[in-house]
Nanobody, 126 residues
Framework: QVQLVESGGGLVQAGDSLRLSCAAS????????MGWFRQAPGKEREFVAA????????YYADSVKGRFTISRDNAKNTRYLQLKSLKPEDTAVYYC???????????????????WGQGTQVTVSS
C-alpha cells in the first residue's frame, strides 16, 4: 500500500503563489504516476496535473496550463504542485493521488488512481 500526505495549502490573495507537496510512503516502487486533483464546494473532483513516476512526463488540465507546474523529488518520494497567478476560481481542496498501474492513456480520471491523500485547502481571495 501507498500512503500520501499533502501539505502547503493556505489562504492567499489573487495573483499570489503557493507550493503544494505530496509525500509518498510505503510501496512507492510500485507507483506508475502521481496526480493532483481539486474539488470546490458543490462541484465534482477535477483533474489538475499528473506526472509519470519514472519518466517524469507531465500532463495538465487546460485551466491551469502555464500557471501550475508539477515536479518531483525522487530522493524524497515527493511530488510538488507549484501554483502561480492564483485566481479565486482556484479555490478548492487539493488532493494528491497515486496510480499503481497502467489503466489507460488518460491521466485525468479519478477512478484510475488507487490511493489518495487527505487533501489540503487552497483559498484564493479576490
Amino acid at each position: 500500500q501507498v500512503q500520501l500526505v499533502e501539505s502547503g495549502g493556505g489562504l492567499v490573495q489573487a495573483g499570489d503563489s503557493l507550493r503544494l507537496s505530496c509525500a509518498a510512503s510505503g510501496r512507492t516502487f510500485r507507483l506508475y504516476a502521481m496526480g493532483w486533483f481539486r474539488q470546490a464546494p458543490g462541484k465534482e473532483r477535477e483533474f489538475v496535473a499528473a506526472i509519470s513516476w519514472s519518466a517524469g512526463n507531465t500532463y495538465y488540465a487546460d485551466s491551469v496550463k502555464g500557471r501550475f507546474t508539477i515536479s518531483r523529488d525522487n530522493a524524497k518520494n515527493t511530488r510538488y504542485l507549484q501554483l502561480k497567478s492564483l485566481k479565486p476560481e482556484d479555490t478548492a481542496v487539493y488532493y494528491c493521488a497515486a496510480r499503481t498501474k497502467y489503466y489507460s492513456s488518460s491521466y485525468s480520471r479519478p477512478n484510475e488512481y488507487d490511493a489518495w491523500g487527505q487533501g489540503t485547502q487552497v483559498t484564493v481571495s479576490s
